[in-house]
């Protein structure tokens, strides 16, 4: 039944002059989303609409499952495509398709007509009353209810005729690409991906850097944390993934730094390798999964003290939320069960069994010099020597 979709944007809507840029960035995401799926798809605008058309026979649910993972749609709508061959046609066409989707439920429904072409001699409460009129004749388990009905009957009277009722709800936000690039810190638990998710949302391209401790966290902690970024992917495009051999660095902390200040230390130079692929990357700030007391290092104190080493800003979309807030997300997008796969990564393996809580920025910093003879060409070589993953 359904050639065509109809993408109806929310936010968007409000850009005003801007508002054409924003299509265009969302009809290219769009064309994105849709290329692996089986069919001939063709994205197009139309005084404030976007359409995806199709020619021949194309995979229904893989095109509905890809748009529903594009930011900035905010309903999709499969729809009923006719010609203006007059309203006899188009009431026959109306009822077929009332009587197909609903043959025998007992529901309630309005017609809702636009008349964005002003040349169609009927105007648009004509059409409602005439439509719902055709509607009840033949469909005797329907009744009309313009308050709170079951069913939306919409015709838009354009050019061509667009006929629907069901709305498929989008993800909201904003097109990837049309608010800058960042760099996400990702490792392999619940809480990142989910930031990465949230940041990709307002419009951010996102790119990402996992830091990886071999031999003490193994090759499938590695993989685990790149099967994150494909699923993150689904939804903010390609990323450009960032490991980081961060071994070095954590045993030269460890070995001349007090065991209760390893976790901060790490976070401080874990945010200056970061911001260093940031800047490589032409990103405009670095993305983290912490939520305000979370954990030791997501304390107020520790994370002043982390901030304090970036000239970036620090995006923490998370920085409000529960825990069961950032699993209840992280369930929807299709992280949660990669991100509880039983992995290790590196800052579970160096923790402190009593890590401080309230950290003295004086006091890290002197600590910190216990590494000056080594840091620098540590952290030189450890930003040289990453490897850098494509990830669709």
Not at 154 to 183: D, H, W
Not at 245 to 253: D, K, M, P, V
Not at 306 to 319: A, S, Y
């Amino acid at each position: 039944m359904y050639k065509a979709f109809l993408v109806k944007y929310a936010e968007i809507g409000i850009k005003g002059k801007n508002r054409h840029l924003f299509e265009k960035a969302l009809c290219v995401q769009m064309e994105h989303a849709l290329a692996p799926v089986d069919g001939n798809f063709q994205v197009t605008r139309e005084m404030g609409r976007i359409y995806v058309n199709t020619e021949g026979d194309f995979d229904y649910e893989g095109a509905v499952d890809a748009l529903t993972r594009v930011f900035g749609i905010a309903e999709i709508c499969p729809v009923v495509i006719l010609e203006d061959t007059g309203f006899e046609d188009l009431a026959e066409a109306v009822v077929s398709y009332v009587k197909e989707l609903y043959p025998t439920e007992e529901k309630t429904f309005k017609v809702c007509a636009r008349r964005a072409n002003k040349n169609y001699p009927m105007h648009t409460m004509e059409v409602n009353c005439e439509l719902g009129g055709r509607i009840l004749d033949v469909c005797p388990n329907l009744k009309v209810d313009v308050h709170e009905p079951d069913i939306y009957l919409n015709v838009e009277l354009r050019q061509k005729i667009y006929l629907y009722c069901e709305s498929i709800a989008g993800p909201g936000g904003m097109p990837v690409g049309t608010n800058g690039q960042a760099m996400l810190l990702l490792s392999g638990g619940i809480d990142s991906p989910v930031a990465g998710y949230m940041i990709a949302k307002r419009g951010v391209k996102i790119d990402a850097v996992y830091f990886h401790a071999p031999p003490y966290t193994s090759e499938r902690a590695k993989q685990k944390v790149v099967d994150l970024a494909k699923l993150v992917a689904r939804y903010s495009g390609p990323i450009r993934l960032h490991v980081v051999n961060f071994t070095e660095i954590q045993l030269a902390i460890y070995e001349k730094c007090p065991h209760d200040e390893l976790t901060i230390i790490m976070r401080r130079y874990m945010m200056k390798i970061a911001e260093a692929f940031a800047r490589q990357d032409k990103c405009l700030g670095l993305i983290t999964g912490e939520s305000i007391g979370q954990v030791a290092s997501q304390t107020m104190h520790s994370l002043a003290v982390t901030n304090e080493v970036c000239t970036m800003p620090v995006f923490r979309p998370l920085i409000g939320f529960d825990k069961q807030e950032i699993v209840d997300i992280s369930e929807k997008i299709g992280t949660y069960e990669t991100s509880v796969l039983p992995y290790e990564d590196c800052c579970t393996i160096f923790v402190a069994k009593h890590p401080v809580t309230k950290p003295n920025l004086n006091v890290i910093k002197c600590s910190e010099r216990h590494l000056d003879d080594v840091i620098d060409e540590m952290m030189e070589r450890a930003v040289s020597t990453a490897e850098t993953i494509e990830v669709c």
